[in-house]
Structure formats: structure tokens, C-alpha cells
């Protein structure tokens, strides 16, 4: 059996616009970090001050990671490479893994890290696990990567798995390996697409999973940002700066770098609330997300925003009941096959 795969890759350059986004200033060292405008609409400074995602491990199912970029050296396990064989921390050639590693958990260089990006989660530890890099049929016939990827992750102790990808088929392996993971109360972050339609692939569709838009400067909809009734959270996803493979950095557009927003802020809420399950995690980031103005009459979820765009020291600081074991999140269905393994 073969699979396809369609990696949300950072799209084009643009020139920086206008930000939007309410948020206290924010002391840059230099112009890399002082591009990084979804730290300042967080009040980046203010949410480490109440956690920074210590004791935290973020599984990125991706391409392979450099992990001796600068700015995330320490921060990235050896991780595995499910197709390859051998670690997935050495990456020096595509840019996707560690873009999304360094918007979870960068945590900058130089004197007091104020050079260089930064993650939402700068404390939070980066399991990475790679996943084939084309488009296309993986190279062992008979393997089922994101099953074993998914495994992999959840019994190495992740907490939190980042999939900035599509998948476009789901087999009944990688559905009992999703089951698996809930079973395991892990948080699962995927991003909805680039493509500016209104339908989601069958993983981003796939309850009890958080499907992730993109936003811009001024928290509206991007407009390449996929949509549909399963899309529960955006988060910045245009303009970002993150570290890259083979070069220092990169500027982009796509919801890839929205999910792993997403995912490093979950990473921060696990840090601070260690009682609290997944779906009460998602819980405390749907009950603090916001719309932008003259959106607020939304029928929430709604298609495009979900329930809105994160608030990350809202999510910390607000009381908010915990709420149901499962929150927003959706029952998985029981699996084919062996079900929970």
C-alpha cells in the first residue's frame, strides 16, 4: 500500500505590513527577532514570566531538524527517522522541520539568547521524528510512516505532536495509532492547508485532533488558509519569522507555522497545568481565543476562525474551570482492527 503526503510548506516573501494585534512593547535586540511580530502580539516577555514550557516534550512529525541551528541547540532530541532509519536531528539541507521546531521552541543566541528567533515555548524540548520528504509514494511499499511516526512519538513521552502536513488517506493503522494517542492523553495539532478551499484532508478532518488556520498581522482569516466545520483554532500564520536547515532564517506564509503556534502554546499550558488533560487544554485555549474586529457576531466554531485566534497568557492566566475530560475535542471513533494497542 502506498501514501501520499503533501507538506504545508512556508510559502513566499512578502514586505512586512502593519501589525494589528493589540500587545505591550516588547525590548528587540536585533531585526530577526524584532521581525518576529506574533511574539509581540502575545506579550511574549509577559507569558514566560508564568511558563516557558519547561518539562515539556513537543513531537514535530516533519522533515528532519538541523538541531545545531544556534537558536535551538539543546533544545532538539536525537528523534527518528521512521523511513530512513538513524536520528532526525541533523538536517542540513530542507528548511520545513526546523522552521516549525523554532517557532515551538527556539530560544535565540548570544548574550541573554537576544539574538536570533525565538519559540512560544522556549524551555519546551523538540523530539523531532521524520516522516518522507516528497510528495508522493513512500519508498518502502509496505510501511505506514505516520503510524509508526505517531507511535513512535507517544511512547518516547511526548506530550504535544506538531503535523504541519496533509495526509490524504487515512489506513486503519494510522487511525488506531491516533486512538493510541488519545488513549495516552496526547495534545494533536494539525495544520488545515494552504490551498484557500473550503475542505479539509481526512487527518485534519479527524476528530479529537485541533485543526489550525492561519491569521494575519490584523487576526483575519489568511486567505490561503483551507476551512471547514472541523477547523477549532487559527494562530499567526503569514509573515513569520523562523530558523531554517540550510540557511539562517526564513520568511513566510502558511498555516504549517499557525499549528506549530498552536502546538507551543500547548506546550506552555501542559508546563503550567500538569493536572489537565488534552481536551482541557484545548479547553482553556478555545475559551480565551479572540476575533478581530467586527467579526465578534460569528457563530462559533465557525468554518474559517474556529473559535478564534489564540490568546497564550490568557489561556495561562484566566480562571476557567477545567471542564470535561474531553473539551471541545471530539471522540475518536472506535478503531478497526486491534483498536487501542
Known amino acids: 500500500m502506498s501514501f501520499a503526503r503533501t507538506l504545508r510548506a512556508l510559502g513566499g516573501l512578502m514586505a512586512a505590513g502593519v501589525l494589528l494585534f493589540s500587545s505591550a512593547p516588547v525590548a528587540l535586540a536585533d531585526q530577526t527577532r524584532d521581525d518576529q511580530w506574533p511574539l509581540k502580539a502575545f506579550d511574549a516577555e509577559s507569558v514566560w514570566k508564568v511558563s516557558n514550557g519547561k518539562g515539556v516534550k513537543v513531537a514535530v512529525l516533519d522533515q528532519p531538524v538541523n538541531g545545531d541551528h544556534p537558536d535551538l541547540k539543546g533544545n532538539v532530541l536525537p528523534g527518528k527517522d521512521v523511513e530512513n532509519g ?3 536531528n541533523e538536517q542540513h539541507e530542507t528548511n520545513h522541520g526546523t522552521s516549525m521546531a523554532s517557532i515551538i521552541a527556539a530560544h535565540g543566541h548570544g ?3 537576544s539574538s ?3 519559540g512560544l515555548a522556549p524551555a519546551a524540548k523538540i523530539l ?3 516522516l518522507p520528504v516528497e510528495v508522493g ?3 518502502a511499499p509496505n510501511s505506514d510512516p505516520l503510524a509508526e511516526a505517531l507511535r513512535y512519538a507517544v511512547d518516547q513521552g511526548a506530550s504535544v505532536v506538531n503535523m504541519s502536513f496533509g495526509w490524504n488517506v487515512l489506513t486503519d493503522e ?3 495509532a491516533l486512538a493510541y494517542a488519545a488513549k495516552k492523553d496526547v ?6 492547508g494552504n490551498e484557500g478551499v473550503g475542505r479539509l484532508d481526512p487527518l485534519t478532518s479527524y476528530p479529537g485532533l485541533v485543526a489550525v488556520g492561519a491569521v494575519d498581522k490584523g487576526g483575519k482569516v489568511w486567505s490561503e488558509s483551507n476551512y471547514g466545520r472541523q477547523t477549532m483554532l487559527t494562530a499567526p500564520g503569514t509573515l513569520v519569522r523562523s530558523a531554517g536547515a540550510n540557511k539562517p532564517y526564513l520568511l513566510g506564509n502558511g498555516t504549517s507555522a499557525s499549528a506549530a503556534y498552536v502546538s507551543g502554546a500547548a506546550a506552555l499550558l501542559r508546563s503550567k497545568f500538569r493536572d489537565l488533560t488534552a481536551g482541557q487544554i484545548a479547553n482553556r485555549l478555545v475559551k480565551t481565543a479572540d476575533l478581530p474586529p467586527g467579526r465578534e457576531g460569528l457563530t462559533l466554531p465557525d468554518p474559517h476562525y474556529g473559535y478564534g485566534f489564540i490568546r497564550p497568557l490568557r489561556a495561562l492566566t484566566e480562571d476557567i474551570p477545567a471542564g470535561s475530560k474531553n473539551g471541545p475535542l471530539k ?3 472506535a478503531e478497526p482492527g486491534n483498536g487501542y494497542r
Open 116 to 118: 536570533g528567533v525565538k
Open 331 to 333: 471522540t475518536l471513533p
Open 174 to 176: 494510522e487511525k488506531q
Open 187 to 192: 495534545f494533536l495539532v494539525v495544520a488545515t
Open 128 to 130: 523531532p521524528v521524520a
Open 86 to 88: 538513524g536520528p532526525a
Open 111 to 113: 548574550l541573554g539568547h
Open 137 to 139: 509514494e513512500v519508498s
